[in-house]
């Protein structure tokens, strides 16, 4: 049975929506000295070797047959579909369009997993929240929308396909509440994904060339052991503990915070559309949490 929101769950969900707004940041650095794909198989690779160090300290259960099995590698195949379109998506288009197609996900979480999970229900207030979040991050990235060359709209394309495999990925986290650990379904996720990421970096990134610089060697530690292992477990166990439509507006949150490091870190502008758009996101997010029910008494004497 799913739990009302609290103090933790909020904080936690803050802190992930920090981390992946870094990760566009340590992204922009690791290319500098990687290819794109190549460093997606590192932090990958990372990733699956820091979960299966963990799961077998912790005794986790890794191996799976039936059903289990089945939804584990339905899950391992959206996480690799998912991550493979968003960047080939991103190849051609530009990044602020990428950003707004790609955070149409909680739309398709919102209408399409109360198909499969009775209990998360739709409602017009979820629906209005995640509008007015989602309008946040269009205004957040309104001056960065044009241009892209005669090839954007396929990227725009892929990134929407990227978005509904996230998306699908979230349905299958819900169906497996209490049957498998979060560590071992990312683990499944990330080792499935590694052999299509190389495929892709093979075919498409033959002589590129690879510099370990310590830049780079940050970059895909912190992709891979901080944006990957750990944000995305912590994630997983949250989407199963509490409602995954309300957890999952949280991530509209992550470009705000991605802009808002950008402009810390890297010196990029920062405009009072951006502003008014990170505002809109915050609001979008109250709306979807503050139906009755959806926040424990110690979550609204926190908040």
Same mark, same amino acid.
């Given at each position: ?5 609290? #103090? ?6 803050? %802190? ?7 990760? &566009? ?8 000295? %990687?290819?794109?794909?190549?460093? +997606?198989?590192?932090?990958?690779? *990372? ?26 590698? #339905?899950?391992?195949?959206?996480? =690799? ?8 998506? %991103?190849?051609? !288009? !530009? ?6 197609? &790609? ?7 919102? *209408?399409?997993?109360?198909?499969? +999970? $009775? ?19 269009? %205004? ?21 396909? #990227? ?8 349905? +299958? ?21 590694? $052999? ?6 093979? *075919?498409?990134?033959?002589?590129? $060339? ?7 060697? =940050? ?7 901080? =944006?990957? =292992? ?16 309300? +957890? ?8 705000? &915070? ?7 870190? *890297? ?10 758009? #990170? ?25």
């Amino acid at each position: 049975m799913r739990e009302p929101l609290d #103090a933790r769950a909020v904080g936690l969900m803050v %802190l992930l929506t920090v981390i992946w707004g870094g990760s &566009f940041t340590f992204v922009k650095l690791g290319l500098r000295d %990687l290819p794109v794909f190549g460093s +997606i198989c590192l932090r990958f690779l *990372l990733a699956s070797v820091i979960l299966a160090i963990y799961c077998r300290w912790m005794a986790v259960p890794l191996w799976y047959t039936g059903r289990k099995a089945r939804y584990l590698l #339905a899950g391992a195949g959206a996480f =690799a579909w998912g991550q493979a379109l968003l960047y080939l998506g %991103l190849t051609v !288009t !530009t990044a602020g369009r990428g950003s707004v197609f &790609f955070n149409t996900q909680p739309f398709f979480t919102l *209408l399409i997993m109360p198909l499969f +999970i $009775p209990e998360e229900r739709f409602t017009a207030r979820k629906l209005l929240g995640t509008v007015v979040a989602f309008s946040g991050v269009v %205004l957040l990235f309104f001056e960065k929308l044009g241009g892209g060359g005669g090839w954007a709209m396929v990227g725009d394309l892929l990134t929407l396909l #990227a978005a509904l495999g996230w998306s699908a990925n979230n349905i +299958i986290t819900k169906r497996l509440v209490g049957q498998v650990h979060p560590t071992a379904l990312i683990l499944w996720s990330t080792a499935g994904a590694l $052999p299509v990421m190389l495929l892709i970096t093979l *075919l498409l990134e033959r002589g590129q $060339p690879w510099r370990f610089t310590p830049t780079a060697i =940050a970059s895909v530690l912190y992709l891979g052991g901080i =944006a990957a =292992a750990f944000s995305f477990v912590v994630f997983t166990w949250l989407i199963q503990r509490h409602s995954a439509i309300r +957890i999952n507006a949280f991530v509209f949150l992550t470009p705000v &915070f991605g802009v808002l490091i950008g402009w810390a870190a *890297l010196g990029e502008a920062l405009s009072v559309g951006q502003i008014a758009g #990170a505002l809109l996101v915050g609001g979008g997010i109250i709306v979807v949490n503050t139906e009755p029910g959806s926040l424990s008494p110690v979550g609204r004497g926190s908040g």
